[in-house]
């Protein structure tokens, strides 16, 4: 996180930033501080590997710029540059206190970060899980049809199942134990099953 201040000669300049290893370009500066162009308002810059949300504080002529990683959504961090913007309108402008403030939003992004994750992983999942369900449910409706071959049938069991016994594909393919066993032994032949001689399951391989 940066702040810019106005200077009548450069124009934009970096005020204040934490960490103060933070590199930023003078480029990404004066494009930020023209885009606001002091007026009080919100703007998100996501070009050429830079990634940010920034607000400018009109009555303090002070920039707040958040810089994020390429794949954050500058809307999920709102809040964290609206919480420091607080500390401007409270009157604290001792750069000390305010590298305070910085730290504590920059906390609240990598809250953030982890929270938005955490759900993201869990609705792709939940996708995921639905996709996978209805998809369970379209092959166990093709295989109470009759149009598959044999072959068709045990591949489409085991691809819903991860093992089966040799009675229970022989009860999907409505076939009998020798013809099943032959269609099985083929397919293993071809790599596309394996069998286990532990537990005498029968699993796709690919």
Known sequence: MFLIKWDQIKGGVVWLKYPEDLAISDNVV??????????????????????????????????????????????????????????????????????????????????????EVISKISNEWSTTKMKLFELEGKIEDILKTEVLSVKGRILMALLVNSSLKLGEIKRIAKTSTKWTQTVLEDLIKNRLVSFSKGDKTYSLSI
């Not at 002070?62 to 961090?77: A, F, G, M, N």
């Open 30 to 115: 004066q494009q930020i501080e023209i885009s606001h162009n002091f007026i009080e308002s919100y703007i998100s810059i996501k070009a050429l590997g830079w990634n940010s949300i920034s607000y400018c504080n009109e009555k303090k002529e002070i920039t707040i710029v958040l810089v994020l990683s390429d794949y954050d959504d500058s809307s999920d961090y709102l809040i964290c540059v609206e919480e420091f913007n607080k500390s401007l309108d409270d009157k604290i402008l001792n750069k000390a206190q305010l590298l305070e403030k910085m730290k504590d939003a920059l906390n609240m992004k990598v809250f953030r970060t982890t929270e």
